[in-house]
Every structure is written in C-alpha cells, then in structure tokens.
C-alpha cells in the first residue's frame, strides 16, 4: 500500500474523509511518468469518502 | 450509519434518434420511484456536453460529475449496436474515475433481437471493473425490445417488474454495503 499522509478533510462539510481506495494508474503525461512507482508500474491515486455527505475525493499517493 | 437516502440515478446510455432505451430507462427509473428511502433521476447523455476534441477527465462535465459523487449506485441502460455498447456511453464515463470508485452498478441491457444486449453487457464488464464501481450479478434484459414496450413506452410484459425488482433488491444490497465500506472501513484497517 502507498505511505500514508494525513487525513483529508472534507471540503464541503469539514468532516475527516476516510480513505478507502488506492487506484494505479499509468502516466499520461511526461510530468506524471516522472513519479511512476517501479514496483507497482504506475501512479497511485488515493480515494477518500466523507462519512457525514458522501463527498468523494482523490489526491496522489506519495 | 448516515441516513442519506440511497442515490441511484438511471443512466440512459445512447443518444441515437427513435431509441428504444429510453422507454426501458423510464421503466428502470419508475421502478426506483416506487421504494421508499431511494431518490433517483434519470440522466440522457445526450443532455450532457460532450466534445470529441479531448477524451477522459479532460472533457468532464461538473454537473455530471457532481451527480455521479452523489450516486451510491448506477443503473445504466445500454443498448447493443455491433455487438457492444455504444462509444459515446464509454466517452461520457470515462469522463470521471473518483466518483465512482466502490460504487454499484447494475446494467440493462436493450436490443432489437432476442438477446437484450447479453453482447454489450459482456463487453462493458471490464470497463466497469476499470472505472471502479462493483457490478452486481442481476442484470435485466430488454430482448426483442418492441415487443415488450409500445410506441408511447407502455409495459407490454409485466413479467419485466419482477425482473426489475429482484434486480433493484440486489443494486440496494450492494449500494448500502459499499456506501457503508466507503465511510467507515479504511483501506489499511
């Protein structure tokens, strides 16, 4: 699994998001094949749901 | 849990003229009506904007993607054209990814023959596997469509409304589970 960073919060309600999917996914530009993970062969996105309005949220795995 | 009513918008995949799936999606979005506690709409993709000089994220709509982060499940109606489903269906979906990542999806397959869209439905499979949301193992089958809707979209078969339901009890399994892995199970717990 990808390093965890800090708990997203929601943008709508302030709620803390909980992260429950990591998604790979390949560079499709020349800025993005920079930071390719070798080992997983691609990039990871995060995806972070809000429990209190089901807001939906991703951000890059570091 | 929240008590957020369950959200499952009905899809209607194909903007080709005289389109049959539109009867089969009114159906589909009236079968929701009828259950207590699950608000839906029925969104055209031909009511959405779809330019064909980009492709992805970079032609996303905000106001579909807004619905589809509302969404806890999708029905998506898919009519059969060679054999598989139409490209513009694909072009829209592949316009979001976040939103519906461990979301439900439940497609109805349409076709003009006998085999309502078993075909498209194959096909669209690892897309949807792709795009992140979790099919479920009903689907319906609209087969020799013309004969099961009239011209004004009357129900010609009412063997459909059982068929649609045992559908729907499996779509609200899923969306409510998913809905309550997404809030509260962290991926590394």
């Known amino acids: 699994m990808a390093k965890q960073k800090s708990k997203m919060i929601c943008p709508k309600c302030g709620e803390e998001m909980n992260h429950h999917a990591d998604k790979l996914?390949?560079?499709v530009t020349a800025e993005d094949a920079k930071d390719v993970n070798a080992t997983l062969g691609g990039l990871i996105e995060e995806t972070h749901c809000c429990p209190g309005c089901g807001a939906v949220e991703s951000r890059r795995a570091e | 849990m929240n008590d957020r009513p369950l959200n499952i918008p009905v899809i209607l995949g194909t903007t080709r003229k005289g389109r049959m799936s539109a009867h089969a999606a009114r159906f589909m979005a009236a079968q929701i009506a009828r259950r207590e506690g699950i608000v839906s709409e029925l969104i055209d993709?031909?009511?959405i904007p779809m330019p064909i000089d980009d492709?992805?994220?970079?032609?996303?709509?905000?106001?579909?993607?807004e619905k589809m982060i509302r969404a806890d499940a999708l029905v998506i109606i898919t009519p059969e054209y060679n054999h598989s489903f139409p490209g513009l269906?694909?072009?829209?979906?592949?316009?979001?990814?976040?939103?519906?990542?461990?979301?439900?999806?439940?497609i109805v397959g349409v076709s003009a023959g006998p085999f309502g869209g078993v075909r498209a439905i194959q096909d669209f499979l690892p897309v949807i596997r792709e795009l992140g949301l979790v099919n479920i193992f009903w689907d319906v089958n609209f087969g020799n469509v013309s004969k099961v809707f009239d011209e004004s979209g009357k129900l010609l078969d009412e063997a459909f409304v059982s068929r649609a339901d045992k559908f729907l009890n499996e779509l609200v399994w899923m969306a409510k589970t998913l809905r309550y892995g997404r809030d509260n199970i962290a991926l590394d717990s």
Request: with cysteine; charged share 25%; hydrophobic share 35%.
């Open chain 1, 25 to 27: 996914v390949h560079p």
């Open chain 2, 45 to 47: 993709i031909g009511d």
């Open chain 2, 55 to 65: 492709a992805g994220e970079g032609i996303k709509d905000p106001a579909f993607s």
């Open chain 2, 89 to 106: 269906l694909k072009h829209i979906l592949d316009s979001c990814l976040k939103e519906y990542i461990h979301k439900a999806a439940g």
